[in-house]
């Protein structure tokens, strides 16, 4: 088996360990900066991360398919620098409008450096090693927030405007250095369009869209760490609150600990989709120790919310494997851009829809939505297979043994 690229696994990993310590810098600070210094309701401050959500969505498929056609890396350079850029803008907002001003581009040039990464590890990376290259990146990921959050509480311990504008800059400063870092990845070739066929063939190929979609139910279960179990836990259990920081570090830890484990035998669309049909089965047995959880009390209540943590995580590692072998397995090879653009929609539609449907079928329905949603994992994960076999009968070609793409030689020269 071709060993994995060390220079461009040591790159990658260092710029997403720099830039994830930035994002947990936002992510602890940005709700507060917004609400108490940039003029921003809680309710604006709602509508406009879910406007700006929804643009970084619509334009994931073609900016990844201007990554693939201008060149992956420079593609990836650009969106970290504008991203860099903006997020320093945002000191200076007064108003929901300034914030989309600043807001909307940023999101376009997140869709873009996220779709033109998966084509940098598409093109880079030997098929047989992506996933584990994915796998040790969202390792990293959970790192780099980790330490971000950890710096970030040192500055919420002085609580006034400066501390929180130190924050955002220091996010912003992740973003440049990140982008000077991805200057040394080795280009990607740039694919000329043929003239007559269609631009974005991710968003009219069936199989994978329905792959996406599946994706996406399946990334709903996010959700349930961040909004749903924690509002479980507060208000229809009698555990106390501490045990949701204890839920959030049995995550974060083995995510960190067992995710290139958990990618092993999922580096092919076949082996990834039966990864995907038992993270199903096994978030259906998470949502039940929940729903048991409210039902008990004392320490079985506790030990039934540790165990359902436990099993989630897995089911969490499971599919985040699944998704990266399949979106990789069937992407052509000189669209690894648009294919990743496309494929993340399904996880940034899944983390929209996640808050309003974790909350009121868990949270508001109790044992019934609980099992509805358990339900519904099980059936998304257990549709990949016959899926991923529709996907692969269309194709006249495996992705990586597609003729060779035809090079753009006036854009690389």
């Given amino acids: 088996m071709p060993r994995l690229p060390a220079g461009a696994l040591r790159l990658l990993v260092l710029i997403s360990l720099i830039n994830t310590t930035g994002s947990g810098l936002w992510m602890v600070s940005s709700a507060i900066y917004l609400t108490r210094y940039a003029g921003l309701s809680i309710t604006q401050t709602g509508l406009a991360l879910t406007l700006t ?35 320093a803008a945002f000191v200076s907002v007064q108003n929901m409008w300034e914030y989309l001003l600043i807001g909307v581009p940023l999101a376009v040039a997140d869709a873009a450096q996220r779709g033109a990464k998966g084509a940098v590890i598409g093109g880079a990376v030997p098929p047989e090693e992506r996933v584990r290259t994915r796998a040790y990146l969202r390792s990293v990921t959970n790192v780099g ?53 269609p631009r974005l063939v991710a968003l009219r190929d069936r199989s994978f869209l329905v792959f996406v979609l599946l994706d996406g139910l399946l990334s709903t279960h996010f959700g349930l760490f961040e ?15 501490w045990l949701v920081a204890v839920v959030y570090l049995t995550n974060t830890t083995a995510v960190v600990l067992l995710q290139v484990r958990a990618a092993r035998g999922t580096d092919e669309p076949k082996g990834a989709a039966r990864a995907a049909r038992r993270a199903g089965l096994v978030l259906l047995i998470a949502s039940g120790l929940y729903a048991l959880s409210g039902h008990a009390s004392g320490l079985v209540t506790i030990a039934l919310l540790i165990a359902g943590a436990l099993v989630h995580v897995v089911g969490e590692l499971w599919h985040s494997a699944s ?69 692969l009968r269309k194709r006249p070609f495996a992705p990586d043994q597609l003729p060779t793409p035809k090079l753009d030689m006036a854009a690389e020269g």
Wanted: hydrophobic share 55%; aromatic share 8%; proline share 6%.
């Fill in 53 to 87: 959500g929804l643009v970084c969505m619509i334009a994931s498929a073609p900016m990844g398919y201007v990554a693939d056609r201008l060149g992956a890396r420079e593609v990836f350079v650009a969106g970290l620098i504008v991203q860099g850029l903006g997020t």
């Fill in 323 to 391: 998704g990266w072998g399949i979106s990789f397995g069937l992407s052509p090879a000189d669209k690894h851009g648009q294919y990743q653009g496309a494929y993340a929609i399904g996880m940034q539609l899944g983390q929209m829809l996640a808050p309003i449907v974790v909350t009121t079928l868990a949270v508001g329905w109790g044992d019934p939505g609980w099992l509805l949603l358990g339900v519904a994992f099980a059936l998304a994960g257990a549709a990949m297979p016959p899926t991923v076999d529709w996907a």
């Fill in 227 to 241: 909004v749903g179990l924690p509002l479980w836990i507060a208000h229809r259990t009698d555990a106390p609150t």
């Fill in 145 to 197: 927030i980790a330490i971000g959050s950890a710096l970030a509480g040192v500055a919420l311990a002085a609580d006034n405007r400066w501390a929180y504008v130190a924050l955002i800059l220091g996010d912003a400063l992740t973003y440049l250095i990140a982008a000077a870092i991805a200057t040394r990845l080795d280009p990607i070739p740039r694919t000329a369009h043929t003239p007559g066929a």
